[in-house]
């Protein structure tokens, strides 16, 4: 039994390793995935940040007055927080999908299938960079005070990736084999984005702080936007996020090991 798992281990890393090897595969695919949704269509993906940027305008001009908070000030901070969640919220909800979509290919065609999972969550990126535009633009109109401490954007993005990464390795398994479970991922993120501070800010929160802290998302959003917010990092949303992504990654890897022979026949 030792040598068996030792054997499913050792065949998972390979995978992995010969999914990185396979870049300009799944960077192709990626890129594919995101535009074969707008072919023919005039801006192609831009439509993603059109529709995002007029629901963060709109959102964010009745939520300021809801709350009787300065436009000037929330809606920075509401338009970062629903460009993460956009990320963040795919990564998981999509991810269920991801062996399913492709089990005609993955009957057919022998690659590693970490390919897939990097496929997927290089397209989310792209998503993601078409309307981090939306903050580009409002950074600019209101003019959102930056530091030097912008830059911890990037390992902060970075950490949000990885773990996106580590999700689809657990949930694309889960959800091949049990079909139910998609729609109970996309449930639970609904009640999740009410449960965040994305559209409402945490200092309102005066009682059961402690939910908030005992909420991930809330640590991983606030790691990427008080920098793009012109805030301080907080060392605790910081360790939060490292602990988890350690977590994660040893959870993934060991259950990719376990599961990975069966996902042609659950897909």
């Not at 595969?25 to 269509?41: A, I, T």
């Not at 964010?60 to 963040?88: E, H, K, N, T």
């Not at 909800?93 to 970490?114: E, H, M, N, Y």
């Not at 008080?226 to 910081?238: D, F, H, I, K, T």
Request: a positive charge; glycine letters at 8%; aromatic letters at 14%.
């Amino acid at each position: 039994m030792v040598m068996r798992s030792s054997s499913n281990f050792g065949r998972a890393i390979e995978d992995i390793a010969g999914g990185l090897s396979r870049r300009e595969l799944w960077l192709y695919l990626g890129w594919q995935d995101v535009r074969k949704h707008y072919r023919r269509s005039v801006i192609g993906p831009f439509w993603l940040t059109l529709s995002m940027g007029i629901m963060v305008l709109g959102i964010g001009i009745l939520y300021s007055q809801i709350f009787r908070i300065d436009v000037q000030v929330y809606l920075p901070y509401m338009a970062v927080g629903i460009i993460l969640w956009g990320l963040i919220g795919r990564l998981i909800t999509d991810a269920c999908t991801v062996f399913t979509q492709a089990g005609d290919a993955l009957r057919q065609i022998k690659v590693p299938l970490s390919v897939y999972i990097f496929q997927f969550v290089w397209s989310q990126i792209l998503t993601f960079a078409h309307n981090f535009v939306i903050y580009v633009i409002v950074a600019i109109v209101f003019a959102v005070p930056l530091s030097w401490d912008a830059l911890l954007v990037f390992p902060g993005l970075v950490l949000i990736v990885l773990n996106g990464i580590f999700a689809t390795m657990i949930l694309g398994p889960v959800c091949a084999r049990f079909r139910d479970v998609p729609m109970m991922i996309g449930s639970l993120m609904q009640l999740l984005f009410y449960m965040t501070p994305i559209v409402w800010h945490g200092e309102q929160l005066s009682k059961g702080l402690w939910l908030l802290m005992l909420n991930p998302f809330y640590h991983f959003i606030e790691i990427v936007r008080r920098p793009l917010m012109g805030q301080p990092s907080v060392l605790e949303n910081w360790l939060v996020c490292g602990v988890i992504t350690v977590v994660m990654g040893a959870v993934a890897v060991l259950f990719f090991a376990r599961y990975r022979a069966r996902i042609v026949y659950w897909s």
